[in-house]
Nanobody
Framework: QVQLVESGGGLVQPGGSLRLSCAAS????????VGWYRQAPGKQRELVAG???????NYADSVKGRFTISRDNAKNTVYLQMNSLKPEDTAVYYC??????????????WGQGTQVTVSS
């Protein structure tokens, strides 16, 4: 089975940076599109960046200019670089990947979530 393992979350001061990783299992898994979401306590899950299959990427206005999606195809891993972090960025962050193994149909997969806390 395909699973996404997230890492890179933690506690950071305002203005700091973090890079979240989302690694897909399976050497034959091919990523088609990726999106990053977050959910703050008491709030609904929101789209932060993407979904994107390449080229241009849409970012939420609240993170535009501060967050960036990248990808390492050799490692089947996608990243969310977060700079100039603000307290309102505090949330559990989830990656969502659309992809497939071999010639199977493409499916959506979710990471388990990683906590990001921005506080002084």
């Amino acid at each position: 089975q395909v699973q996404l393992v997230e890492s890179g979350g933690g506690l950071v001061q305002p203005g700091g940076s973090l890079r979240l990783s989302c690694a897909a299992s399976g050497s034959s898994f091919s990523i088609y599109a990726v999106g990053w979401y977050r959910q703050a306590p008491g709030k609904q899950r929101e789209l932060v960046a993407g979904p994107t299959s390449g080229g241009s990427t849409n970012y939420a206005d609240s993170v535009k200019g501060r967050f960036t999606i990248s990808r390492d195809n050799a490692k089947n891993t996608v990243y969310l670089q977060m700079n100039s972090l603000k307290p309102e960025d505090t949330a559990v962050y989830y990656c969502n990947v659309n992809g497939r193994t071999g010639s199977n149909t493409r499916l959506d997969y979710w990471g388990q979530g990683t906590q990001v806390t921005v506080s002084s």
